[in-house]
Every structure is written in C-alpha cells, then in structure tokens.
C-alpha cells in the first residue's frame, strides 16, 4: 500500500461547509496527488503535488485547493462543498526510484447533502 | 465503492479459465502504462506495468501486452479465480509529464 493512509475514510457534510481531507505517506515520496472517482469517470486529477509547497491544478480543480506543507501531508480542502463534490477521493503517490508507478491510498468516500 | 462500477462493461468468465481485459489509450506519445485492479470499497491496487519499449510483460499469472500501432493494451489472467472478481482499469503517462490518464474500466466476474 506504499504507506499511504487517508482519513478521514468516509464523511457526510452538508452544501456551503468546507471540508478537508487528509492524505499521509510514511516513504517520503516527492510526488503526491489527489483525484476523484465517480461512475462513468475514470479518476480524474483535482490537483497534485511535486514537493513541499509546490502543487499544480489538475482536470477538475474548481471548487477545491490544495496545501502540502510537509512532504508526508498533502491536504484536500472544498472551501464551500457542493452536492456535485459528493465522490470518492483517492490520494496517491509516484514512485521515482525506478519505473513512474503511481500507488493509491484507500480512498475516502465525502457525501454533500 | 460499488457505485463506481455502475456504467462499466462486464467481462464474465468461468472460473479456471482465461481472461482478457482491453484498453485503448489516447496519447501517442504515451510511454508508460499500468493496470489496476480494484475491489468494491478499496483504493486501485497495482498489478502490472509496461514501458513503449516492451511489447509483453508477464507476472505472476497475469500478462500484459502492448500494441503501440494501434495504441492498444490488454491484461490477459490466467486460469481466473473468484478473487480476480474486481474492476480492471488501465492508466497511461508520458516521461516527465508526472500526470497520469485512466481509463474508465472493465468489471470482471469470475463464474463458479
């Protein structure tokens, strides 16, 4: 699992509240990413990260921001959720020591009422 | 969780026997691809992976072949097992991008 852990792992928040979710990695990897998942959607990139305090838009980043402020945390913030950001979200890591793989943490599953 | 799977294409498959799982990807100058799989309720979990300069790579029961010509890529498992019951998905990047594309994937069930 590449020591990546997220949390929290299942939340439910109501629209016009913000949220933040947490992503931590123990091997410390350089590169950090965060995407979401939806049916009919492969995952899609919202933002991710080439080191601290270096992050770069994805795909889909309206609506959300991004912080990494140490190389183990990479934080997720919906400054105002939407219904439309109900998702689950995946935080991942690249691996720069060989190949490029990308390795995911659990996932957390955010409902917006 | 299961309502990722909700639009996918199936693959159904005895078990015992062969799957093959395709994809086609998008970018010419793709040179990096990797499959997944992924089980209800967990993250994306690594099977297999193969660089442009490789047209086939085997693991442990699994296989993964590429045809750059027409930019296609499939996951073939051998003698499939309930626990291969999962969605597959593959994903494509090109060197020094450090940005990945996936694919929406393919639900496999694996028949008794």
């Known amino acids: 699992d590449a020591g990546i852990t997220q949390s929290p792992r299942h939340k439910v928040t109501e629209t016009g509240t913000p949220v933040t979710l947490r992503c931590h990695q123990t091997?410390?990897?350089?590169?950090m990413y965060w995407y979401r998942q939806d049916p009919g959607h492969g995952l899609r990139l919202i933002h991710y990260?080439?080191?601290?305090?270096?992050?770069d838009k994805g795909e889909v980043s309206d609506g959300y921001s991004v912080s990494r402020s140490k190389t183990e945390d990479f934080l997720l913030t919906l400054e105002s959720a939407t219904s439309s950001q109900t998702s689950v979200y995946f935080c991942a890591i690249r691996e720069t020591s060989g190949l490029d793989t990308q390795y995911f943490g659990p996932g957390t599953r955010l409902t917006v009422l | 969780g299961e309502s990722v799977g909700l639009h996918l294409p199936t693959l159904s498959v005895q078990e015992g026997d062969n799957s093959i799982i395709n994809c086609a990807y998008s970018n010419s100058a793709s040179d990096y691809f990797i499959w997944y799989k992924q089980e209800s309720g967990k993250g994306p979990q690594f099977i297999i992976d193969?660089?442009?300069?490789?047209d086939k790579r085997q693991g442990q029961r699994v296989t993964v072949l590429l045809n750059k010509t027409v930019k296609h890529l499939s996951l073939q498992i051998a003698a499939t097992q309930p626990g291969d019951s999962a969605v597959y998905f593959c994903a494509e990047s090109s060197s020094g991008t450090y940005k990945y594309i996936f694919g929406t994937g393919t639900r496999l069930k694996v028949l008794a």
């Open positions: 990260s080439y080191g601290v305090k270096d992050t």
């Open positions: 091997e410390n990897h350089r590169y």
């Open positions: 193969i660089r442009s300069n490789m």
